[in-house]
């Protein structure tokens, strides 16, 4: 499987174009199927579903005032941001990267969850009493599914508020406001006193292999899939999702646009998620508790 393997960070450009490029050909052979935007059929699918996979990226974030990471808005100072989330970057000018990521922390701290995160929260505390399972597998380093009380999230590019220490490894949530931290903060343990870094991935880098491990069980075993405010084409939804639906499994995709891969998905409901997701997820008339 795939996934065996740990996966760059985004893939470098050919990987990625090769990642596209398979996927559009293989939906050529159902070019004539459509998903359905048909919003009672899908809730007759989330009431039978007792395992639901929900992967969620920038766009998610982007509902509650946070910029892409790579969209227009991409530039801090004078730096694209890809020029500043590597392991290179950081052995160059560490205060820098963290100067960015202080940054970016601030961002994420003034941003609320939106109606998307609350959705989720939501149905995942509401399932969980029916002993049906909701887990979330986030792009989004920013916390946001956790204030609006996500329970069960993977995060698989890492936390903006978590550092680890180059040195020793060892990995610590860090909620401390950006202004009351060093330029570049140290390993609080005194024989280390190593080089903290935020503990995110990088381009690059590998994802971590125990996470990817237990994404993999979730879609392995997932009975209902979501990919929400995420382009399909882009790593990782473009190997998650459609590994899902090859199952047979339903995918359901909620976006502001489709993708040449949204024809091999079950359901597609375009617009701001904040708007299609509460919808979608609120209680089913089978829910009796
Ligand atoms: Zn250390």
Redesign the pocket.
């Known amino acids: 499987m795939i996934l065996g393997r740990c996966s760059p960070l985004w893939l470098v450009p050919k990987g990625l174009a090769m990642v596209g490029s398979s996927l559009a050909r293989q939906t050529h052979t159902t070019e004539n199927a459509r998903p359905s935007s048909d919003m009672s059929e899908f809730r007759k699918a989330f009431s039978k579903a007792k395992h639901i996979a929900v992967i969620t990226g920038a766009g998610v974030s982007a509902e509650s005032g946070i910029p892409t990471f790579r969209g227009a808005g991409g530039l801090w100072r004078k730096w694209k941001t890809q020029d500043l989330a590597t392991p290179e970057a950081f052995s160059r000018n560490p205060s820098r990267v963290w100067e960015f990521y202080h940054h970016r922390r601030e961002m994420a701290l003034a941003a609320r969850p939106n109606a998307a995160h609350q959705a989720l929260a939501e149905c995942e505390a509401r399932l969980s009493r029916q002993g049906r399972c909701v887990t979330i597998i986030t792009q989004n380093t920013d916390e946001l599914h956790q204030r609006a009380g996500s329970k069960h999230i993977l995060e698989i590019h890492g936390n903006l508020f978590k550092t680890r220490?180059v040195?020793?490894?060892?990995v610590e949530s860090n909620h401390r406001s950006p202004t009351q931290t060093p330029a570049t903060p140290a390993?609080e343990?005194d024989e280390?006193?190593?080089l903290l870094r935020p503990n995110v991935v990088w381009f690059g880098e590998t994802l971590d292999s125990d996470i990817l491990t237990k994404v993999e069980e979730e879609l392995g075993m997932c009975d209902l899939c979501l990919v929400v405010g995420t382009s399909s084409i882009v790593f990782p939804a473009a190997m998650f999702a459609p590994q899902v639906a090859s199952r047979g499994v339903p995918v359901a995709e909620f976006n502001t646009e489709t993708t040449p891969v949204t024809s091999g998905f079950t359901f597609h409901f375009q617009g701001p998620c904040g708007t299609t997701l509460p919808r979608a997820l609120a209680r089913h008339e089978t829910e009796v508790i």
């Open positions: 220490c040195s020793c490894g060892e390993c343990d280390c006193n190593g």
